[in-house]
């Protein structure tokens, strides 16, 4: 649902969310709350109590919802994008994709009259700490996310299995031909047919990078030894000291 339905166009016309509905695994409909207007009437208000900008009516946006639902037997869960609802995250993605359907609802200016938040909204999805102009660009983010989970959509399913926030864990590095070139060399243990070094090699950099990087995501494992030397080394690769290398893990082991 957008007062800006073109915005979608494109970006149904491309990439994975165009195999995914030329293969008839999805079906992607756009509702525009402007077309529940009375003649003559605006989407929007100026805010109750004072304030700036302006906020959405709960009207046309309820029989906008309602038409909505009617349109995919009711079965349908709302999500409205807000930077006040709850992060989203690959696990949400997950849970998303097991709906039979989904409304996103792309809000603009200030929003909507929390009465039909209230009465119509079943999650509220923020994708991150910062302010966009309307909900759209955050309803494509969803979208894309979460069809990747749908059986079929992506052809190697181990491609989603492995990829970034799955295991609570950033990928590793990912190399192609050539071997060698102005740039680098690709990692000998990657060349090396060896599946168990390889596979650690994956893990060590994995875990290493998840440490520097996202040291939330790092504090959801209960790391083992293995696992801590492997940081240990990924670290001593980049050039730390042994002894910044023991405070940093001091740290996570702290608060673990």
């Known amino acids: 649902m957008s007062v800006?339905?073109?915005?979608?166009?494109?970006?149904?016309?491309?990439?994975?969310?165009?195999?995914?509905?030329?293969?008839?695994?999805?079906?992607?409909?756009?509702?525009?709350?402007?077309?529940?207007?009375?003649?003559?009437?605006r989407i929007d208000d100026k805010v109750y109590g004072g304030g700036p900008g302006m906020v959405f009516k709960s009207e046309p946006i309820q029989k906008c919802i309602n038409h909505a639902k009617d349109t995919f037997s009711g079965l349908s869960k709302v999500i409205h994008l807000s930077a006040s609802g709850e992060t989203f995250s690959a696990q949400t993605a997950r849970e998303l994709s097991k709906e039979d359907s989904l409304i996103f609802l792309s809000s603009r200016y200030e929003g909507l009259d929390q009465r039909v938040i209230d009465a119509e909204v079943d999650m509220e999805i923020s994708i991150g700490d910062y302010v966009l102009t309307g909900g759209e660009i955050p309803s494509m983010v969803l979208l894309e996310a979460i069809i990747r989970f749908i059986d079929g959509v992506v052809g190697d399913e181990e491609s989603v299995k492995n990829?970034?926030?799955?295991?609570?864990?950033?990928?590793?590095?990912?190399?192609?031909?050539?071997?060698?070139?102005?740039?680098?060399?690709?990692?000998?243990?990657?060349?090396?047919?060896?599946h168990d070094q390889i596979e650690k090699?994956?893990?060590?950099?994995?875990?290493?990078?998840?440490?520097?990087?996202r040291q939330d995501l790092i504090k959801q494992h209960d790391l083992n030894q293995q696992d801590t030397d492997?940081?240990?080394?990924?670290?001593s690769d980049l050039g730390y000291e042994s002894d910044r290398i023991a405070?940093?893990?001091?740290?996570?082991n702290d608060e673990n």
Do not use: C, M
């Not at 990829?163 to 060399?185: C, I, V, W």
């Not at 090699?201 to 990087?213: I, P, Q, V």
């Open 4 to 41: 800006f339905p073109e915005i979608f166009v494109p970006f149904s016309q491309s990439g994975i969310v165009k195999k995914a509905t030329d293969s008839g695994l999805i079906q992607i409909k756009s509702f525009n709350p402007r077309d529940f207007l009375s003649n003559k009437d």
């Open 230 to 235: 492997l940081i240990k080394d990924f670290l």
């Open 247 to 252: 405070e940093l893990l001091s740290i996570i």
């Open 201 to 213: 090699w994956k893990r060590k950099h994995s875990l290493g990078k998840t440490f520097l990087r």
């Open 163 to 194: 990829d970034s926030f799955e295991n609570a864990l950033l990928e590793h590095p990912q190399y192609t031909r050539p071997e060698k070139n102005e740039l680098g060399e690709v990692p000998e243990t990657l060349l090396s047919g060896n």
